[in-house]
């Protein structure tokens, strides 16, 4: 296609919402109108379903479960006044708290002012809270925030670490819905081990982010920690940045929540159009569905070309992978659908994976972010050019060559990296999953893998117990043939192994004869 025809197809298929400084750009996609036409029955029906999920139908029929997190920005929308009231009650509680902490009026009990947060959880409660704060807290934020992430100690040694003396004078929020989330458990656990070796009353410290009556809100209770916030059984927590989930930990940041939600709720407004051409969300899930034949064939390259939004990959991570890779579809059908994301950002990638994007494997289609304010006080690195315009060519011309090579791509732009905008595009990749999950009839609301794979890990723990139980009670070493029979588990032998290994590679009062390197020769003991 020559340059004249590519800029009549650029316009024809350029999106621009006005209000919101966004344009969307999928003219370098080569669908043609056989294609379109072929589709436009499936968006009929996307579009129909999308209607439902907003006005409260079962959306995730795996859990007898609404899902509304198009109702956080928009309470107006939901389904009955007690779920609006929920959602303004728990948006002021979040106000009145921020007032709080910033005033000074909640602080810890050996300093004027909170300094720091220390937000544990794992999943979408600790995606979506890092990729806002890397991409809107100020410089001089009044509360500088950290995370616990994962249940590995040396992290959260470091952690502390980082934090040292101001441990004193730091807030902990502790995310999980149920309370059970072990990953989240373990972080809090260490963390109340560490305020208690300090001689800190942890719950003056303490506030809990979990679903109404679980564990968690049992024991904020119970030892009178500062505050509660609801999270709700009809988030998930891929689409709970808008909910306390993400709020909290924004707003006392410093970050506007406000222009955050309504810039969510004027792209949920724009993607609510029936009209495909008019419908942003719509369009990306249509460029999705093309490049994979509705299949998933081609991983999606996240691009963002400013530094502010390099988390954005790995939040799109969870969002487009947990919520469409499925095995089964809706009608119980093996499928195996979903699409691989994967992303870092614009240049820095010039000089990693974007040699083999050019000319490697064509297994992909790349999403460029174009952000135009270069931000900063850049000066001229060249007669009449900056560094944002080098930024800027550079995006172009990564765009250019792919294209050249047959290699497709969308490109988002933006005018400013700021809450309106991240809202904006938050809500509009939500939205796009729907209405792709709808386009290939999977449920974009469970995740049963994730779940299969937590009860694994539970029964490597459980049967972790069982070793230990057999081996202190036994005198003599075992080797792990025997100690697999001693445990009825002879189909376990691997596991087994991997387990010891591990106890012993942290002096957990394990004897060895033998050798690691050497499962055959390895009997094990308990010290006394």
Do not use: C
Not at 175 to 190: A, C, D, F, L, Y
Not at 304 to 328: C, I, N, T, W
Not at 340 to 352: E, I, L, M, W
């Amino acid at each position: 296609m020559d340059s004249a025809a590519l800029w009549q197809r650029y316009q024809d298929w350029l999106y621009v919402h006005a209000d919101l400084g966004l344009y969307l750009d999928i003219s370098r996609m080569r669908f043609d109108d056989f294609f379109l036409k072929a589709m436009l029955p499936k968006f009929d029906q996307a579009f129909q379903a999308m209607d439902a999920l907003e006005a409260g139908a079962i959306a995730n029929p795996d859990e007898d479960r609404m899902v509304g997190h198009y109702w956080l920005r928009n309470p107006d929308l939901a389904p009955t006044p007690e779920l609006k009231t929920a959602i303004t009650d728990t948006l002021g509680a979040i106000a009145t708290f921020t007032t709080a902490i910033h005033s000074g009026q909640i602080k810890p009990p050996h300093a004027p002012k909170f300094t720091d947060i220390l937000s544990i959880g794992i999943g979408g409660s600790a995606l979506g809270p890092q990729f806002v704060a890397q991409a809107l807290a100020p410089v001089d934020a009044p509360l500088n925030l950290h995370f616990i992430d994962n249940t590995d100690p040396a992290g959260i040694e470091r952690i502390l670490a980082t934090l040292g003396d101001r441990l004193s004078s730091t807030l902990v929020l502790v995310i999980s819905k149920s309370g059970g989330t072990p990953e989240t458990r373990n972080g809090m656990v260490e963390i109340q081990a560490a305020y208690q070796a300090k001689g800190l009353d942890f719950p003056r410290y303490a506030v809990a982010i979990t679903g109404e009556g679980s564990k968690l809100e049992a024991i904020a209770h119970r030892e009178q920690w500062l505050t509660t916030f609801p999270m709700y059984d009809w988030i998930g927590g891929r689409t709970s940045e808008m909910s306390a989930v993400g709020l909290v930990a924004a707003a006392l940041q410093g970050i506007d929540i406000t222009a955050f939600l309504q810039g969510a709720k004027v792209m949920d407004d724009a993607t609510r159009s029936a009209d495909l051409r008019q419908n942003p969300a719509a369009l990306l899930a249509f460029a999705w569905y093309f490049a994979g034949n509705g299949k998933g064939a081609k991983d999606m390259v996240i691009l963002p070309y400013k530094d502010g939004l390099a988390l954005f990959s790995r939040y799109l991570q969870q969002l487009v992978m947990e919520s469409l890779g499925k095995e089964k579809d809706l009608d119980g059908e093996t499928v195996y659908q979903g699409i691989a994301v994967y992303g870092n950002k614009g240049s820095t990638d010039q000089h990693a994976y974007v040699q083999q994007l050019r000319e490697g494997v064509p297994n992909f289609f790349a999403t460029f972010i174009e952000v135009l304010a270069d931000g900063g006080q850049s000066v001229e690195v060249e007669p009449g050019i900056t560094s944002g315009d080098y930024l800027s060519g550079l995006l172009q011309g990564t765009r250019e060559a792919l294209y050249e090579n047959k290699r497709d791509s969308i490109t988002i732009t933006v005018e400013r990296v700021d809450a309106a905008t991240v809202g904006a595009l938050i809500a509009l990749y939500e939205r796009a999953v729907g209405f792709y999950a709808s386009l290939v009839n999977v449920n974009a609301y469970h995740q049963p893998g994730v779940e299969a794979g937590k009860k694994a890990a539970a029964s490597v723990l459980a049967l972790q117990n069982q070793v230990v139980q057999v081996l202190q009670q036994q005198k003599e070493p075992m080797s792990i043939n025997d100690l697999a029979t001693a445990v009825q588990q002879p189909g376990e032998i691997e596991t087994i192994y991997k387990i010891l290994r591990h106890l012993n590679a942290n002096d957990r009062s394990l004897s060895v004869v033998g050798s690691f390197a050497d499962p055959q020769t390895l009997k094990v003991a308990w010290q006394v």
